[in-house]
């Protein structure tokens, strides 16, 4: 067999052809791939996370659960900022290793869709790395996943809300009917709080299924007071993640302990979640939020850890962008706007955001419209625009990549855990779905 990729350079150019776009629903591919692998039935407990809200949290607090109790981990996340490798976390995997794993995929199917090729890379990966625990996040929907190719053992449902309904459906019910679909007889399933159409549709399929949906207790408050993650929504996340946690342990035969879920729970850290940028010679003191839908724009604004004096506010115009500016103006109404254009086909025009925040006669002044991110951070600082108060940066994951393209160490530094392995191939950020 002669090798597709030589270098992690060569991947990130087959992906990008592949077409990050490019949505293919349906389990064929993968299934073919995974059966020519020998990749379907992993021999060690599998989690798959699925809903709206919450799912790259809810992970990074399980992965960090399980690490602190001595279990080697695979995780596989989206999307992400710099680099694919962000997507797939494995202590100690060599870029050697992810040329096998690339190669290996590469030689049995050449029509997977890009998520689909991670989603098979990083179990190639997993498996030959002999890890105790593979943790998967759904990347849309549930029922054509990717991630729903594989025998899972564990599921876990975070809060089901309104996204993506041009491709799950109109409504709630629809995108948790397509979410619920995932549910495999046989898992043991954990949710979060749901809203009571989700939870009637959850509710049904998993009986449909023979298993019992179990919600997760609330965080018991002796693991609170050092959380790592800033917000009540992160309490929820940790709470959820610990609920299933406890059924791991029965799985691989591991005996919990207090101390490490301490541990745990305090070291766990995930990039863009109310995440602070301090102050430099470039940039104000910042603060990162990935909300990009109502749900997760309300979560965020309940969790705010102060007001800030300047809001940075790019979105893509297929997600709800009128309720995102509505539910910031409720609560931010007074304070100088930013509008800049990310660089991004579906980007929502920056002057259309800018005549929907001015509607209403109550108004905020605006401080640039449509400069770049780079521009528009740089002169905050320069213009002494936020007399050194905190810069919320928020509205859409495409506006948070820009900015760690700024400032990439911010991924790496204490702000995210190690096993967040960032591989600069080429200058700039890799986009990714929203």
């Known amino acids: 067999m002669s090798d597709v990729f030589r270098t992690l350079c060569d991947v990130e150019v087959y992906l990008e052809k592949r077409g990050l776009f490019h949505i293919d629903l349906g389990l064929d591919r993968v299934l073919c791939a995974l059966k020519a692998l020998d990749l379907n039935h992993p021999r060690v407990p599998v989690v798959q996370v699925l809903g709206t809200n919450g799912k790259g949290s809810t992970v990074t607090f399980l992965a960090a659960l399980c690490e602190a109790h001595g279990l080697t981990t695979g995780v596989y996340t989206s999307p992400h900022f710099l680099s694919f490798r962000e997507r797939i976390r494995l202590r100690g995997a060599s870029d050697a290793d992810w040329l096998r794993a690339a190669n290996a995929v590469a030689e049995v199917a050449d029509d997977l869709t890009y998520f689909e090729f991670l989603t098979v890379l990083a179990l190639f990966l997993f498996t030959h790395a002999r890890v105790d625990v593979i943790l998967l996040e759904a990347g849309l929907g549930g029922a054509h996943d990717a991630t729903t190719a594989v025998t899972r053992t564990h599921?876990?449902?975070?809060?089901?809300?309104?996204?993506?309904?041009?491709?799950?459906?109109?409504?709630?019910?629809?995108?948790?009917?397509?979410?619920?679909?995932?549910?495999?007889?046989?898992?043991?399933?954990?949710?979060?709080?749901?809203?009571?159409?989700?939870r009637e549709v959850l509710e049904r399929q998993a009986s449909l299924c023979g298993v019992r949906l179990e919600y997760a207790e609330p965080l018991p408050q002796a693991f609170r007071a050092h959380l790592g993650m800033a917000g009540d929504h992160q309490i929820d996340n940790a709470g959820l993640a610990l609920g299933m946690w406890r059924h791991l342990a029965r799985a691989c035969s591991v005996t919990s302990s207090d101390r490490c879920i301490e541990t745990a729970l305090a070291s766990a850290r995930i990039p863009g979640r109310l995440?602070?940028?301090?102050?430099?010679?470039?940039?104000?003191?910042?603060?990162?939020?990935?909300?990009?839908?109502?749900?997760?724009?309300?979560?965020?604004?309940?969790?705010?850890?102060?007001?800030?004096?300047?809001?940075?506010?790019?979105?893509?115009?297929?997600?709800?962008?009128?309720?995102?500016?509505?539910?910031?103006?409720?609560?931010?109404?007074?304070?100088?706007?930013?509008f800049p254009q990310i660089a991004n086909p579906r980007a929502l025009p920056p002057d259309v955001a800018a005549r929907a925040w001015f509607h209403e006669k109550k108004v905020a002044p605006y401080l640039s419209l449509g400069l770049t991110v780079p521009e528009t951070i740089h002169g905050l600082t320069k213009n002494g625009g936020t007399k050194d108060g905190l810069v919320?940066?928020?509205?859409?994951?495409?506006?948070?990549?820009?900015?760690?393209?700024?400032?990439?160490?911010?991924?790496?530094?204490?702000?995210?855990?190690?096993?967040?392995?960032?591989a600069s191939c080429a200058p700039g950020f890799l986009p990714y779905r929203e």
């Open 155 to 198: 599921q876990i449902f975070t809060p089901i809300a309104l996204d993506h309904r041009d491709i799950l459906g109109e409504d709630v019910q629809a995108i948790a009917g397509d979410k619920a679909g995932a549910i495999f007889c046989g898992a043991r399933l954990v949710s979060a709080a749901q809203f009571p159409l989700v």
């Open 275 to 338: 995440q602070r940028v301090p102050k430099g010679p470039d940039n104000p003191p910042l603060l990162l939020d990935g909300a990009h839908n109502p749900h997760g724009m309300q979560t965020m604004l309940r969790s705010l850890p102060e007001e800030p004096s300047v809001l940075v506010f790019a979105c893509l115009a297929d997600k709800d962008w009128r309720t995102l500016i509505r539910l910031l103006r409720q609560r931010l109404h007074d304070i100088p706007v930013c």
């Open 392 to 422: 919320l940066v928020t509205g859409s994951l495409y506006l948070l990549a820009e900015v760690f393209a700024l400032f990439p160490s911010q991924l790496t530094e204490k702000g995210c855990p190690s096993v967040w392995c960032v």
